[in-house]
């Protein structure tokens, strides 16, 4: 099994920074890639940054948004900053990659990021 934890939201106002983790562990060979989404109330899920040999953003957080990774650790953070009231949603981490026996691509439960205006 691999869990993916996510920790780091909370309630800050416009223009402020958070910093998200999220932390996969257990029976993992290798990754390939961590990403972040998020989902507001009423709207679908969307991409935020992911990470492989490269980095990816959604074109809303480009500028203001950075993904990097700790291998040893299997972690990968994302530093929110000039945050919005429209960046206020649950920001849910994905991992995917090699267990020992087969693939994984796994959710965290999600953190809610409000931002105030």
């Known amino acids: 099994q691999v869990q993916v934890v996510e920790s780091g939201g909370g309630l800050v106002q416009a223009g402020g920074s958070l910093r998200l983790s999220c932390a996969a562990s257990?029976?993992?060979?290798?990754?390939?890639?961590m990403g972040w989404y998020r989902q507001a109330p009423g709207k679908q899920r969307e991409l935020v940054a992911f990470?492989?040999?490269?980095?990816n953003y959604g074109d809303s957080v480009k500028g203001r948004f950075t993904i990097s990774r700790d291998n040893a650790k299997n972690t990968v953070y994302l530093q929110m900053n000039n945050l919005k009231p429209e960046d206020t949603a649950v920001y849910s981490c994905?991992?995917?990659?090699?267990?020992?026996?087969?693939?994984?691509?796994?959710w965290g439960q999600g953190t809610q990021v409000t931002v105030s205006s």
């Open positions: 990470i492989t040999s490269s980095t």
């Open positions: 257990g029976s993992i060979r290798s990754i390939n890639s």
């Open positions: 994905n991992v995917i990659g090699r267990k020992w026996l087969g693939e994984f691509d796994t």
